[in-house]
């Protein structure tokens, strides 16, 4: 067992050496050593230089969400998840607001904000006016960072600044502008962040600490929107039901976290499937919910005229189609291929699409007849794994549990005792 986790000069280890030191303090089995030096279709070579002290990989079941069409077009949706309902709902939200024409999108030029952090200024308005006469100067500095990304049309466009109090004093917080086009852009930005805090230090007599991309990502905004007709979604009493389901979570931080957290579960999974970062994601879509002051939702669905849903979502949607593990990992390049978007902002406006569908799909069955039916039979399937059952004894021992209604590992395992006693 360990003894002390200071191990020094681990990383410099190949992932065997460190493998074969995990081992011993951990007391692995040669069996468990050999899962994690199973790493699949990620090469060995490939995850140790994306991570360091790399040891293994951490295989997540990747689906495909069906039925989604997004402005007229069809999309095949990678999704990398451990939650067994989320890829089903998806699908079969997709599929109701395919009756009502599908999803509609649009999204914002792909600008993210660089924030630099100055303090100690003598005269914080003064210093402001001072960043903001020399704004031109400030972005050819920045644009001298990346002459690829503005050979594509991106690159600094803009800056601003802002006096803030603190509880250390006054600070300006310096707000760079950069267009990714179809980058992430963490890089490019936090590179044009530090290339230009010398000048704003000089310009400012402060004292510049942090020179970061902010992941509440307000300028690079994803929407989405669809009209489902009340048939499709079960029923008058069923588009009512979302519709209080929404003004509750607009009204309710409690409830928002979940909502919120229930759209995440769909946006997530296909960031991650592609590579991409989904904490800026997540981060960037819950700091958009609280920018009035009190935490809220980023989708609404509402009863209209007709009687029929509808719902939409914005929310920052920071993803690239370059760059990191988006290029690296083979995976998150099949994924790619098989998602078929052509720029980052399509992406993003996916994103939002699935979001929204996921979204729907959860309030549909929390204001019907709840999620733990459907949950449940899925979740039974993971219960008759973790019990020991295989192949076709799996949906066997899972179909008993949901008819008996006693979901349970223990129950599992006489169920499968029972099925392996049966005469063959
Ligand atoms: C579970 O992962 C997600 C839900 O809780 C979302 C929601 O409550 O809206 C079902």
């Known amino acids: 067992m360990v003894n002390s986790s200071v191990i020094s000069g681990f990383y410099k280890?190949?992932?065997?050496?460190?493998?074969?030191?995990?081992?011993?303090?951990?007391?692995?089995?040669?069996?468990?050593?050999?899962?994690?030096?199973?790493?699949g279709s990620l090469p060995i070579d490939v995850a140790d230089h994306m991570i360091e002290n790399f040891i293994g990989v951490l295989p997540e079941p990747m689906g495909i969400a069906v039925n989604f069409q997004i402005n007229g077009k069809d999309y095949l949706i990678p999704m990398a998840t451990e939650e067994p309902s989320v890829i089903a709902a998806a699908s079969y939200a997709a599929k109701m607001v395919r009756d009502g024409g599908g999803f509609h999108t649009s999204s914002t030029a792909p600008v993210m904000i660089g924030q630099i952090q100055v303090v100690k200024i003598k005269d914080a308005q003064t210093a402001k006016k001072q960043v903001l006469n020399s704004k031109t100067e400030i972005l050819?500095?920045?644009?001298?960072?990346?002459?690829?990304?503005?050979?594509?049309?991106?690159?600094?466009?803009?800056?601003?600044?802002?006096?803030?109090?603190?509880?250390?004093?006054?600070?300006?917080?310096?707000?760079?502008?950069?267009?990714?086009?179809?980058?992430?852009g963490a890089n490019a930005v936090?590179?044009?962040?530090?290339?230009?805090?010398?000048?704003?230090?000089?310009?400012?007599?402060?004292?510049v600490y942090l020179r970061i991309i902010s992941n509440l990502a307000v300028k690079r905004l994803a929407k989405a929107w669809c009209t489902v007709p009340k048939e499709a979604v079960g029923g008058a009493a069923v588009v009512e039901g979302i519709a209080y389901a929404s003004a509750f979570a607009a009204a309710d931080p409690y409830r928002a976290a979940t909502h919120n957290k229930g759209a995440m579960n769909g946006i997530v999974a296909c960031v991650l499937a592609t590579g991409n970062d989904h904490r800026a994601i997540e981060a960037g879509g819950h700091a958009y919910a609280s920018l009035n002051g009190v935490y809220t939702t980023f989708s609404k669905w509402i009863k209209n005229s007709e009687g029929d849903l509808e719902g939409s979502i914005e929310l920052p949607m920071a993803v690239g189609l370059i760059g990191g593990a988006v290029k690296t990992h083979p995976i998150a390049?099949?994924?790619?291929?098989?998602?078929?978007?052509?720029?980052?902002?399509?992406?993003?406006?996916?994103?939002?699409?699935?979001?929204?569908?996921?979204?729907?799909?959860?309030?549909?069955?929390?204001?019907?007849?709840?999620?733990?039916?459907?949950?449940?039979?899925?979740?039974?399937?993971?219960i008759a794994v973790t019990a020991g059952a295989k192949n076709e004894l799996i949906d066997l021992v899972a179909e008993q549990m949901v008819k008996e209604r006693k979901v349970r590992v223990d129950r599992a395992e006489e169920i499968l005792k029972e099925l392996n006693q049966r005469p063959s």
Request: proline share 2%; hydrophobic share 45%; charged share 25%.
């Open 140 to 184: 050819k500095k920045a644009n001298e960072q990346d002459p690829v990304l503005n050979s594509f049309g991106g690159g600094a466009k803009d800056l601003d600044a802002r006096v803030i109090d603190t509880s250390m004093g006054e600070m300006l917080v310096v707000h760079l502008f950069v267009d990714c086009r179809d980058a992430m």
């Open 13 to 39: 280890l190949s992932p065997e050496e460190r493998l074969a030191i995990i081992k011993e303090t951990a007391g692995l089995t040669d069996d468990e050593v050999r899962l994690l030096e199973n790493t």
């Open 333 to 382: 390049r099949i994924a790619m291929k098989i998602l078929n978007v052509k720029s980052a902002n399509e992406f993003a406006e996916v994103l939002a699409a699935v979001g929204l569908a996921q979204n729907l799909g959860a309030l549909r069955a929390l204001s019907n007849e709840g999620i733990q039916r459907g949950h449940m039979s899925l979740h039974a399937r993971n």
């Open 190 to 207: 936090n590179t044009m962040a530090e290339a230009v805090s010398p000048m704003i230090e000089e310009l400012t007599n402060g004292r």
